[in-house]
Nanobody, 119 residues
Framework: QVRLVESGGGLVQAGGSLRLSCAAS????????MGWYRQAPGKQRDLVAA???????DYADSVKGRFTISRDNAKNTVHLQMNSLKSEDTAVYYC?????????????WGRGTQVTVSS
């Protein structure tokens, strides 16, 4: 069974930084793309940043220049360094990974971690 567990959320003042981490676990994992999404109250879940197994990245326009996604393939982890945080970054952040474990590739989601930016 594949599990994604996020960590690193919390409360921070505007202009501050947080680093989110997500660790994938399971049997015989093969991980393709990994990414971070966020969902604010009353809004849809949107892509924040994504990274392929080869290291290519993609960012939402609203976070370009402030957030950096990275991954450690040996440890099956993905990170999101968030700098210059704004109140509009407040949301639940979810990790998503495309994983094959004893079967075909499919998408898995973590349970989310709350990020709150106070102005």
């Amino acid at each position: 069974q594949v599990r994604l567990v996020e960590s690193g959320g919390g409360l921070v003042q505007a202009g501050g930084s947080l680093r989110l981490s997500c660790a994938a676990s399971g049997s015989s994992l093969r991980i393709d793309a990994m990414g971070w999404y966020r969902q604010a109250p009353g809004k849809q879940r949107d892509l924040v940043a994504a990274i392929t197994s080869g290291g290519s990245t993609d960012y939402a326009d609203s976070v370009k220049g402030r957030f950096t996604i990275s991954r450690d393939n040996a440890k099956n982890t993905v990170h999101l360094q968030m700098n210059s945080l704004k109140s509009e970054d407040t949301a639940v952040y979810y990790c998503k990974a495309t994983v094959a474990s004893m079967g075909p590739f499919r998408d898995y989601w973590g349970r989310g971690t709350q990020v709150t930016v106070s102005s």
